[in-house]
Every structure is written in C-alpha cells, then in structure tokens.
C-alpha cells in the first residue's frame, strides 16, 4: 500500500505539496481532539 501512495505522489510531481496536505490535516485533527479533550473535562467537573 505504501508503494502505492509514493508512485501516485511520484505520479503527481508534487510530493512537498502532499506532504503539507497531510501535516495540515493532522493539525487540524490534533487540534479537534483537544477541544473535545477539553470539553470532556469541563463536563467532568461540572457534575
């Protein structure tokens, strides 16, 4: 599978690109997880 992944990204030329996209999205579900974290606890401590 991983194979796969690097000849579609060799395939688009754009490997940096890919890269970013998929820091990015990480970011972006690391920080939803802390707000739900976050969230979780402050209902915790309200009961």
């Known amino acids: 599978i991983v194979a796969r992944i690097v000849d579609a990204i060799d395939y688009f030329g754009n490997a940096e690109q ?3 996209d998929m820091l990015l ?10 707000e739900l974290i976050e969230k979780y606890k402050k209902l915790n401590e309200n009961q």
């Open 25 to 34: 999205t990480n970011v972006e579900m690391y920080e939803e997880m802390t």
């Open 18 to 20: 890919v890269k970013k």
